[in-house]
């Protein structure tokens, strides 16, 4: 309970707060805590663009409407933003920083004292461009000042009984295309709807990586056997979302899997660096 108390504690040094809230495991069970602390004194805004599909975004008000939290919906196209669309491995500051601005914006407006957003402890330990759009605009993390991990969340979320506690995680529809490869509306609803179709097989945690004519899918491995086995409904999703070829990734799912190129490129620049005389 060490950890809880300690939320709860940097949640209530603040007389008010705006939570950036997209109806997942962290900002649910954030925003849930923040509701015994602050009351009335919280706002979630929650943010809808063509790289967050419509089932979130409904997920995101039915949970908000559930804890009795008051909520608004804003819209923040990324795909506007000058340089986002070329998908840059810092593509998420881009997205962030749009993000983050226009919150701010209205708890300022709105006389909120803070702002809050869903980071937790293990999102230090993966790229993640958007922290440093958090840190620039002043946006305060509380699960991470916690220390929270997602398993702790988890655990927490059970106990208070949210829907979310056994979420799989999410991330948006960008975060399917490699670095490098230009994100357009038409890609987004391309790779949106075979998800989306893919899920009403009865797949929980999984991603369609887009390369662009070819969608890579990545399953839980508890899941990969029921992939093999409904390979051909799968192709035949993928296909009629407009993709040419159809795979599925032996290593299975996995958190920050576009990010692996990094690692390689990093690798590569470490051998081709010149070694000091012995």
């Excluded at 709105?110 to 980071?119: K, R, T, W």
Aim: aromatic letters at 10%; proline letters at 4%; charged letters at 30%.
């Amino acid at each position: 309970m060490e950890k809880l108390q300690k939320l709860k504690e940097i949640i209530g040094a603040y007389h008010s707060a705006v939570i950036a809230f997209s109806g997942g495991v962290d900002s649910t069970f954030l925003a849930r805590v923040a509701r015994d602390v602050l009351g009335d004194k919280l706002l979630l805004l929650t943010a809808t663009s063509s790289s967050y599909p419509f089932h979130e975004l409904e997920e995101a008000k039915k949970f908000a409407a559930q804890m009795g939290v008051a909520q608004r919906v804003i819209v923040s196209e990324e795909i506007d933003i000058p340089g986002y669309s070329d998908n840059p491995p810092d593509r998420c500051y881009y997205c962030k920083s749009e993000l983050f601005t226009l919150v701010k914006h209205i708890a300022e407006k709105d006389n909120y004292e803070a702002v809050f957003d869903g980071s937790n402890a293990d999102d230090t330990g993966d790229f993640r461009p958007g922290m440093r759009a958090a840190k620039e605009l002043g946006v305060i993390s509380p699960l991470k000042l916690a220390g929270l991990t997602k398993n702790d969340i988890r655990t927490y979320s059970r106990e208070y009984n949210l829907p979310t506690a056994d979420k799989p995680s999410y991330a948006c529809l960008a975060s399917r295309f490699p670095y490098g490869i230009k994100i357009t509306t038409e890609k987004l609803e391309r790779v949106g709807r075979a998800e989306v179709y893919v899920r009403r097989l009865g797949f929980t945690q999984f991603r369609v990586r887009d390369h662009d004519g070819l969608a890579r899918l990545e399953f839980a491995p508890g899941e990969m056997d029921k992939a093999w086995d409904l390979r051909a409904h799968i192709k035949k999703i993928c296909k009629d979302a407009g993709y040419t070829y159809v795979s599925i990734d032996v290593e299975g799912y996995r958190t920050g899997a576009m990010n692996e190129v990094l690692t390689a490129e990093a690798r590569v620049a470490q051998l081709e660096k010149p070694q000091a005389p012995a």
